[in-house]
């Protein structure tokens, strides 16, 4: 059997981005926030606190799993595994879609159940990038999966826009074709990827006392870089709707045109960031997205005219995919194959409980202070100390 080329990688491993890209955009950052605030929470100002809260708990659930799930893959057949999470997920994240119109209670606890499943299978699928791809591709193959995914998010987005502008937010039916959308096209992927996905990659049972042997101080300092830059960019990206309705006075369509402008541009931003990659190092090029990043902060908190948005959106369309496609790249040139699921439970641990610190200080600082700018800028804080502490020394590429 012919080695699959390069491009013949980018595809196969990028439609489950393509997939759950839709999910990413409508749930976390656009749509569902809104409908959360406005509808199950009355648009009273403890929504900010009750989303961010909602965010955080399901994020820390998955997040403390993570590597024990990673353990059970890494001894098994990984596609089987795989495919079981997705299944799950697909299924949670319809009953999701269903809940909208329920109770508080019930849309609080759905919301939980599919963001958990969301993000153990997205975890499981990251690990993948050291079977997929070789070391010198693996920055390629994330990138361009990550850009990928924004133009599944752009495709879902344009039908959910429209469909919202008709039935209005509080309709299950935005939700459910997210849903939808993500089922097909993620089982789409698992076709994909199961060719390039080797079976049994079988490990030594070390339990949990191995299993912190296996983080090395550059490891861990890399894994808290990753935790607190993580920090910051998954809140902007959670609270960029509600901060634009509350602080820029944008109605739900003028928010979700933005939100399209920036994932159109993102494909094209991530491949332009991923060649500043190729050229000057992983690591320099992610300290240039953190800078970006910390221009982006600063134009929300100060900014008020339509210019100053639209310098955000360019700017945003470049970071936005690429940092976490360049972490990903970056912590897997440490990583065992044998053990990469394990390994990346705990880059799991460190990029998904991130969303639970800075969604809710930005919940409990516009919640107390009623203040959301306050709030905004508060993010920019482990952004900086979260792009001091990376680096290289532990990413040798032994794990091609």
Known sequence: MPMPTLNAKRFAYGWFDFASSSVTLIFHAYLFPLYVKQYVFGNRPAGDTAWGAMFAVSLLLAAAI???????????????????????????????????GAPAPVVVIAFVMANVSFYLVSNVYDSLLTIVADANERSAVS???????????????????????RVGIASPWPYL????????????????LRPLVHGYIRVNKVGFRGMLAAL???????????????????AVIVFTGIYAATQ??????AIGLILMAVQTLAFPGTIVMNSVATRIGLLMALRICGAIWCVIILILVFGRSYVAIGVVVVLTSLVIGSTQALMRAQYSMAVERARTSELFGWYAIATE??????????GLIAGVALNQRLAMAALGVPLVFGMLLLTDGDNSGSAA
């Open 353 to 362: 409980s991130a969303t639970f610190l800075a969604p809710l200080l930005f």
């Open 248 to 253: 820029l006075k944008m109605s739900a369509t």
């Open 216 to 234: 090395t101080r550059d490891r861990r300092r890399n894994l808290v870089g990753y935790w607190l830059v993580g920090d910051c960019v998954n």
């Open 177 to 192: 074709f997210t849903a939808v959308f993500y089922a097909v096209f993620g089982a789409w992927s698992l076709i994909r």
């Open 143 to 165: 990138s361009f999966a990550w850009g990928f995914g924004y133009v599944g998010g752009v495709l879902a987005f344009l039908v959910v826009f429209f469909v919202q502008r």
């Open 66 to 100: 993570a590597p024990f799930i990673g353990r059970y893959v890494d001894g098994r057949e990984r596609f089987r595994v795989f495919a079981a999470l997705g299944a799950l997920s697909f299924v949670c994240m319809l009953v999701l879609g269903l809940a909208v």
